[in-house]
């Protein structure tokens, strides 16, 4: 099979064909007498392994296991497809947690606050805490306060008191100090409550169709290494 037909069955250019090729994606090549190179249906299959490991695991992986698997070193593919599983079920298992911090929060936000930043200690007695809890709190980044230029002390705005508010509920609700920051720093990109589970829906249908890349990858690769089994060696 030349290259222009391999590059035609994928929708590919035949220099990125010869590309996966030079990056050893693609088993050894033959060339013909012309200089031309010799795709077989062994190519073919590594194409497909290669391209389908891609949706799962990244480029840079699935071009990783590639090469682990055409220099006969399974060992070494199998350790970077479990890596892709471990680092997907501790994204799901993060994404869990978040759910269920926001399921664990009242159904209404607080109160935004209007007017002038408080300090350490105002806040702090609004929320009914030590003010050396809020000082810990902006520590592990759950707290992010301003600073007064002339006095350099701090100031929690109204997102900074809407976080703290959060963070007390979450405490009590047995959050630790990591998976309380987690949740509020997914708060902040999302954009508030709504925004986040919308986010969440989102990044559940992101996981689900991972999950089902690193199935479709890991078949496809089966096929290959199947092939690459039945292949007579020189």
């Known amino acids: 099979m030349r290259p222009i037909d391999l590059a035609r069955e ?18 050894p090549t033959e060339r013909s007498e012309t200089g031309y190179r010799r795709y077989t249906l062994l190519h073919a299959q590594a194409l497909r392994a290669f391209l389908a490991l891609r949706g799962g695991h990244g480029h840079q992986q699935a071009m990783e296991i590639m090469r682990a698997a055409n220099r006969g070193d399974t060992e070494s593919a199998y350790r970077l497809i479990d890596s892709s599983h471990v680092a997907l079920l501790t994204e799901r298992d993060t994404r869990t947690e978040v759910a269920k911090a926001l399921g664990g929060l009242s159904t209404a936000m607080p109160t935004p606050v209007h007017g002038r930043p408080l300090t350490v200690g105002e806040l ?46 979450l405490r009590r609700g047995g959050y630790l100090l990591s998976q309380v920051a987690q949740f ?51």
């Open 10 to 27: 994928h929708g590919l250019s035949a220099q990125a064909i010869r590309n996966y090729d030079d990056a050893g994606i693609l088993p």
């Open 124 to 169: 702090a007695r609004r929320i009914r805490v030590h003010p050396a809890t809020l000082r810990t709190w902006e520590t592990q980044g759950i707290l992010r306060p301003e600073r007064d230029r002339a006095t350099g002390y701090r100031q929690y705005g109204p997102d900074c008191i809407r976080d703290a508010e959060i963070a007390r509920q």
């Open 184 to 234: 509020i720093e997914s708060l902040r990109e999302a954009g508030g409550a709504d925004a986040l589970r919308a986010f969440l829906d989102s990044w559940q249908d992101r996981l689900t169709a991972r999950s089902r890349n690193l199935l479709a990858g890991a078949a496809q690769l089966d096929a290959y290494l199947t092939m690459l089994d039945r292949t007579p060696q020189e």
